[in-house]
């Protein structure tokens, strides 16, 4: 099953446990394919360096560049073609939107409640991590 995930979607499973985890484990072990963008990247980057993640990290024993570029390593990158504003809360959601039909992914994962009340984008369904767990689990 190939796979986009959101920002929110992989900073959860990078610094926390729970189904955002295992949809990156499941991209470990091949069970799904995840794809990434160049600006979902840079987002990682500076979502992974606010304030409210530094303890979190410390602990981890990780700094951001660590991840992203685990991260970067984990998932296809694909380069997405622009497409229309689809998102007027918040145009950076567009990025996952526009990387997903790049990447003809079957899925996109996110916690976002923007992206979440599409439902689906160009026939791609927008689902939680723990809906795609489940997906997997069937």
């Known amino acids: ?14 610094l926390w446990h729970g189904p955002p985890r295992q949809v ?10 995840l794809s990434t963008s160049a600006s ?5 980057a500076d979502v992974l360096q ?6 979190r990290l410390v602990r981890a024993n990780v700094t951001p ?14 380069v997405p073609t622009p497409i229309e504003p689809v998102v007027e809360a ?4 567009d990025a996952v939107l526009a990387c997903a039909v790049a990447a003809r992914a079957e899925v996109i994962v ?5 992206l979440l009340a599409l439902e689906s984008y ?8 723990a809906q795609l767990m489940i997906r997997i689990a069937s």
Request: glycine share 8%; no cysteine.
């Open 1 to 14: 099953m190939h796979v986009v995930a959101d920002t929110n979607t992989v900073v959860s499973g990078l």
């Open 40 to 44: 979902l990247l840079a987002e990682l």
């Open 122 to 129: 160009e026939g791609i369904p927008i689902i939680t991590a």
């Open 90 to 93: 918040d145009p950076d959601d």
């Open 65 to 78: 560049h660590t991840l992203v570029f685990g991260y970067a390593a984990l998932a296809q990158l694909v």
């Open 50 to 55: 606010r304030p409210k993640f530094a303890q």
């Open 24 to 33: 990156l484990d499941a991209a470990r072990t091949g069970t799904i394919t």
């Open 110 to 114: 996110s916690g976002d409640s923007d």
